[in-house]
């Protein structure tokens, strides 16, 4: 968010990309499901090499700036953080974008479970 609004101030176009891992890691059954599922080696590989041994769900919040005429992905230092990293949750779904935090509806959704 933060970044996002220093880019913002520099006149780089910026917005926000929420991102989440293919599957719940705490969850096995779901795990063997997503490798099984998966028949390219690298990319079932690189999410296994990620995900094993992680210990609660994760989530990550990116900034895409506009350069270059397109909208690149911006992981803090990474520009251009590919979505396929084994040293970043190996494949991170994307699930939503916004301009800014204002228009995410946290309330009607991640604070409704939180709720229940």
Do not use: K
């Not at 917005?15 to 779901?30: G, K, L």
């Not at 599922?37 to 700036?65: K, M, Y």
């Not at 506009?66 to 251009?80: A, D, I, K, Q």
């Amino acid at each position: 968010m933060y970044l996002a609004t220093i880019f913002r101030a520099l006149g780089i176009p910026t917005r926000m990309v929420f991102r989440i891992p293919p599957f719940d890691p705490n969850d096995e059954a779901q795990a063997q499901m997503f490798y099984q599922s998966i028949h390219h080696n690298r990319a079932r590989e690189t999410v296994r090499a990620a995900l094993d041994g992680t210990s609660g769900f994760e989530n990550h919040l990116f900034n895409e700036v506009f350069v270059g005429h397109h909208w690149v992905r911006l992981n803090y230092s990474t520009l251009g953080q590919p979505v396929l990293d084994a040293h970043y949750f190996g494949l991170l779904t994307h699930i939503y974008t916004c301009p800014d935090l204002s228009q995410v509806p946290l309330a009607q959704t991640w604070g409704m479970r939180y709720f229940r």
